[in-house]
């Protein structure tokens, strides 16, 4: 047919209309039951009695505007420090002198620290951009991840870069990195000797990249990084002041996989996270 779009493009075209129409934005959804006639014209596949009504159409002015409320410069918000525990894991780490990530890589070499080593194929460290104003921060590779040895590749790894595409950001604009950087059998939580025992790296890590803005996905990243007990439910959203950096905890993709509807909350803490990266830089355009 002419006109029509290779399968992979088309299927990477769904997959993103319907990312946003899982956001609420359903300005492209006609298109997508739309075919051309040979005289060039698009006609709808569906007839109208029979097309579902958007529960919540928002108009092109609508969109504008929640995307200007985004990118609107506004004084930073209160950010709220949540103290750790007891005494910090990450104070008592001795500083690494001119440490480097090839060094961190090094240093990893085998691994064999934790438990994790016994079933893992590949070490999963990290991957983007080394300068990265922006860090996103995950639990622990899947099985994917350590067949790869590659941060959010399965599933919810796509659905993060589709995230990352709707922030206007390439995955190699931001780093991606996981608590622990070998699989936990049967993609279970990481125990806490694990977090323990792999987390010094992962705050190395940050050092190095020294990013303005984390973003912890789910409640392992965001307990291991603020030293807490409490859950993500009471500061998901919220500003934190992490080490001088300012973090932000949301929901991780594969929760987002279980649970759609929480797709709409996500967007609304990314775009925070859009405006602060604007905010930060006015002269850099980063989004
Ligand atoms: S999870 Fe971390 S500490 Fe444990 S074996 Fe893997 S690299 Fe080492």
């Not at 609420?24 to 060039?40: K, P, S």
């Not at 108009?59 to 505007?65: D, H, I, Q």
């Not at 307990?223 to 950096?245: C, D, P, S, V």
């Not at 759609?260 to 850099?284: I, Y």
């Amino acid at each position: 047919m002419p006109g029509k779009l290779p399968e992979s493009l088309q299927q990477k075209v769904e997959e993103r209309l319907r990312y946003y129409e899982d956001l609420g934005i359903r300005l492209f959804y006609r298109d997508r039951v739309a075919e051309r006639r040979a005289d060039g014209e698009f006609v709808s596949q569906v007839p109208t009695q029979q097309r579902p009504a958007p529960a919540q159409e928002i108009s092109l002015a609508k969109l504008k505007a929640q995307m200007a409320a985004a990118a609107k410069v506004t004084p930073a918000p209160v950010i709220p420090v949540i103290a750790p525990l007891g005494p910090s894991l990450f104070d008592a780490m001795n500083k690494v002198q001119d440490d480097t990530l090839p060094k961190i890589v090094e240093e990893i070499g085998d691994c064999t620290r934790c438990k994790l080593h016994r079933h893992r194929n590949k070490i999963v460290f990290g991957d983007g951009n080394p300068k990265a104003e922006l860090v996103f921060i995950g639990e622990g590779p899947g099985a994917d991840e350590d067949a790869q040895g590659l941060p959010f590749v399965g599933r919810a790894g796509k659905l993060l870069t589709q995230m990352i595409e709707a922030m206007g950001l390439q995955r190699k604009d931001v780093y991606i990195c996981n608590v622990v950087k070998c699989r936990p059998p049967e993609n279970r939580v990481p125990e806490p000797d694990e977090v323990e025992t792999c987390s010094p790296y992962l705050l190395r890590q940050i050092d190095v990249i020294n990013p303005k803005v984390l973003v912890c996905l789910g409640a392992v990243a965001a307990k291991t990084l603020l030293e807490t007990n409490r859950g993500i439910t009471q500061f998901r959203g919220q500003w934190l002041e992490w080490r001088g950096r300012k973090l932000i905890a949301t929901y991780h993709p594969a929760y987002l996989l279980r649970n759609p509807n929480a797709k709409g909350e996500v967007w609304k803490d990314l775009q925070k996270v859009m405006a602060e990266l604007r905010l930060l830089a006015p002269k850099k355009k980063l989004l």
